[in-house]
């Protein structure tokens, strides 16, 4: 009986975090499934599951959540690449240059934008703060991924005892 215990209260054991996940994801996709007014969340619903279950106080060991992340991460990546990566090719025949001219320049001007708000509201907002911003209005997750990762070594290079993102 002590392993059923164990398996809802050591948040350090691999089957009550395997447990944690399992209910935050079915529960998340059970409520994804509702309408309202012929409108659901879908999958996206998973999120506020697991937001809810953080507020009641599942936890899980640090550590795993890190590896859990960048995993999720890698497998986005990937999965982007098998779907975009056989047209990506096929694209340059027919304009496929200049729409990828025009997303650098767009990407160019919002690093403009972004590096000018940094220096205006330098004595308010982090550069961690105006990097998630960046990232997030371009909404590009690998680039928040490499830039979270970026901003761990210089702080550690740095000799910071103290991380701006982790909570």
Avoid at 16 to 41: D, E
Avoid at 87 to 95: A, D, E, P, T, V
Avoid at 119 to 134: C, K, N
Wanted: proline content about 2%.
């Amino acid at each position: 009986m002590d392993w059923l215990v164990s398996l809802w209260s050591d948040s350090n054991s691999v089957g009550h975090i395997l447990l944690v996940y399992a209910i935050v994801i079915t529960v998340g996709l059970l409520l994804g499934r509702i309408k309202i007014f012929g409108i659901s969340l879908g999958v996206t619903f998973v999120l506020f599951a697991g937001l809810a279950a953080g507020y009641f106080g599942f936890t899980v060991n640090t550590t795993v959540l890190h590896f859990l992340r960048d995993f999720g991460l890698i497998l986005f990546v990937f999965f982007i690449g098998l779907q975009v990566g056989p047209s990506f090719f096929s694209s340059f025949r027919s304009g496929g240059v200049q729409l990828n001219l025009l997303t650098l320049l767009a990407v160019f001007l919002s690093l403009a934008v972004t590096v000018g708000l940094y220096f205006a509201f330098s004595d308010t907002v982090s550069l961690p703060q105006m990097l998630g911003v960046y990232f997030g209005a371009v909404t590009n997750t690998p680039g928040l991924g490499a830039t979270q990762e970026a901003l761990r070594k210089l702080c550690k290079m740095l000799d910071s005892s103290q991380w701006p993102l982790e909570t």
